[in-house]
């Protein structure tokens, strides 16, 4: 095995004070509404909010004192970024992280606040990885893998070792998995620890690559490789040594679909209060997707990262609102002419409902020249709230039609001349 129980026990005592014991806490809401005893490891209260930093801080540890003179370098679009550059500035090592041609600003600056001297280049990770490795050549440092090293895959276990040391005694434990550093660890640390624990990996549906580097399934004839929201396990090739240790130790992985991941970065924010990443919220989405195997049994989850862009976070939580009603979306045609808007919105005040957002278009009337059409986008308390909304609209003479994910609305001119 490439990486042992010592291995990682002696990781924890190395990263000991330098990296946060983040909390192992049970969720009461969740565990009432999904019908497992739920425990959350909250590993979103890292400094760089990520688990990334157990096994960056190791790793440099393990450095000879020539290597820590000549700096290291890793290639990165986010989280590994991050926790390499603040701990190498940490223990006084220079540091280059590459950058790909696209990453959100916000990482790059993250990365530089942490110390780091940014480099972007390459129009991919692997591009990335390939300067990378012409740093490493041309000034002697040493390249920082994410997740396919001994060092790197004992400091992730210490949240094994963690996990179980101040949770229950767990019948289930549910890991994002990318190129498998976080669940590697934790794998070993769980089976020497608590051997009876099922170890269940979790992907995105659109990034199964430990599934199929595990032989579990067949690649379906319909995988695309799509954009997740799960960007911190979008890999395409999982490690060698990750998916040795995976594939003798762990009982399963699985895959879930956007939606629930979505869903469930939602969850942790509402419920929690807690942002998370798309792969920090990916093993709820597991536990969201089959409920009756985790039905009455103490589960745990890793909240692995909160990590997320604001625009995305902010698409999700719309996104959200929409799936459950929330917010809805409805098209009204009215008598282009003074005054029509403003009863308009005030009739949708009345029914309860809040004007997000509004677009007024003349040129998409259907019945006549003289309507505009005008549609609102809505926020409302829940769906049922949304269905009353639409009755009163229709109380008040607007005519409700319903149109696969939007309503139709359209309103009667009380002058047949200028009306509909």
């Given at each position: ?179 498998g550093g976080l669940f590697s660890g934790i794998c070993v ?232």
């Amino acid at each position: 095995m490439p990486v042992t129980f010592e291995d990682v026990r002696a990781a924890h005592a190395a990263i000991a004070g330098a990296v946060v014991r983040t909390p192992m806490a049970r969720s009461r809401t969740l565990s009432a509404i999904t019908g497992a005893d739920v425990w959350v490891k909250f590993e979103n209260l890292q400094y760089t909010a990520s688990f990334k930093e157990r096994g960056a801080r190791n790793r440099l540890l393990r450095l000879e004192p020539g290597q820590s003179d000549a700096g290291v370098v890793a290639m990165s679009a986010g989280n590994h970024a991050q926790a390499v550059a603040h701990h190498a500035t940490l223990l006084g090592i220079r540091s280059t992280i590459v950058m790909p041609e696209g990453t959100p600003a916000n990482k790059i600056s993250a990365t530089e606040d942490n110390g780091a001297t940014v480099v972007v280049a390459g129009t991919n990770l692997d591009e990335a990885k390939d300067i990378a490795m012409q740093i490493v050549a041309e000034e002697g440092a040493t390249f920082i893998a994410p997740y396919d090293d001994p060092a790197i895959i004992a400091g992730q276990g210490t949240c094994g070792i963690e996990l179980i040391e101040d949770g229950p005694d767990l019948d289930a434990l549910l890991v994002p998995v990318g190129g498998g550093g976080l669940f590697s660890g934790i794998c070993v640390a769980a089976r020497t620890l608590a051997p009876r624990i099922e170890l269940i990996g979790v992907q995105s549906e659109l990034h199964p690559a430990m599934v199929l580097a595990t032989g579990r399934t067949a690649a379906p004839p319909d995988l695309t490789w799509g954009p997740t929201i799960a960007e911190g396990i979008a890999v395409k090739t999982p490690g060698r040594f990750t998916t040795e240790i995976i594939t003798a130790l762990a009982d399963d992985v699985v895959t879930v679909p956007e939606r629930l991941i979505e869903e469930a970065v939602i969850w942790f924010l509402e419920i929690e209060k807690m942002v998370s990443e798309g792969a920090g919220a990916a093993p709820l989405a597991a536990l969201l997707d089959d409920p009756d195997r985790f039905a009455g049994r103490t589960v745990g989850l890793v909240l692995s990262g909160a990590n997320i862009d604001l625009r995305l976070l902010s698409a999700v939580i719309m996104r959200g609102l929409a799936r459950t009603g929330r917010l809805c979306r409805v098209v009204i045609e009215v008598p282009d002419s003074p005054g029509a808007l403003g009863e308009l919105t005030a009739a949708v005040g009345r029914a309860g409902g809040n004007i997000v957002d509004l677009w007024h278009h003349r040129e998409f009337g259907v019945h006549s020249a003289r309507v505009t059409e005008i549609e609102l986008l809505v926020e409302t308390r829940d769906g049922e709230s949304t269905e009353q909304l639409k009755e009163s609209l229709s109380g008040q003479g607007y005519i409700v039609d319903d149109v696969p994910r939007r309503a139709a609305v359209r309103t009667p001119s009380p002058d047949p001349r200028t009306g509909p």
